[in-house]
């Protein structure tokens, strides 16, 4: 998708690797084959729900090369912050440097967590990326680049992060969205193996129950803040 000459970017920011890649991952396949640029940020590596064949520190280096290989069968791009699964900072160099990769990459929209969750991770990183969203779109804070402003940010809809959940838009994903973000997700260790939690098949299914409710064959479910929530009607 191209405005003026310049490629569209959507950015999907979770607070570990395989976040983005489940909760928007259709929703990014889709919008990737019709033309998009992918990025997708985690702010810590989720390292620390390692299988018992490898350390946190193995499966770390095992996670970074997941988001890459995810990002690239999206012909995207995957960062990975340095930060520890877990042990995610409340301070303003995390805000900072995700303001400049904001501004950096120019995304048209923003896709995140929700502001509840069982992981204290997923709840840092909603505030972390508001606080990064409005930074980016403020003139008046002089950084590398110059002040970005993305819509959004929407929350996706997680199995993690559902207390006080309630789906206010859905998003189309096609079937070879959907065919092409099951390839992809299959490179994650955990979406496919976990076993505390069939990831990859939850996803799935929810995206043919949303798809139902959009009455459309797959579906992505994103809520929004309460002060964004104006829908204008113009005529009937």
Known sequence: METNGKQKTIMAIGGHVGDGELTCGGVLATLSLRGYRIVTIALTGGERGNPPHLTPR??????????????QALKGEALVYPYVDGELPDNEEVRLRLCDDIRKYKPEAIMTHWKYSMHKDHELTHKIVKDAWFYAGLAGLERAEGAWF???PYYAQNWEDAAHYTPYLYMEVSKEGFDLWK???????????????PYMDYYAHLMRCNGCLARKEYAQAFTVEEEAKKLV????
Not at 233 to 236: G, P, T
Request: net charge negative; hydrophobic share 40%; aromatic share 16%.
């Open 58 to 71: 193995e499966y770390r280096i095992q996670k970074e090369r997941e988001a890459v290989e995810f990002a």
């Open 150 to 152: 993305a819509k959004g």
């Open 183 to 197: 390839e992809a997700i299959s490179k994650h260790w955990f979406a496919v193996n976990s076993p505390s939690f």
């Open 233 to 236: 009607l113009q005529e009937f």
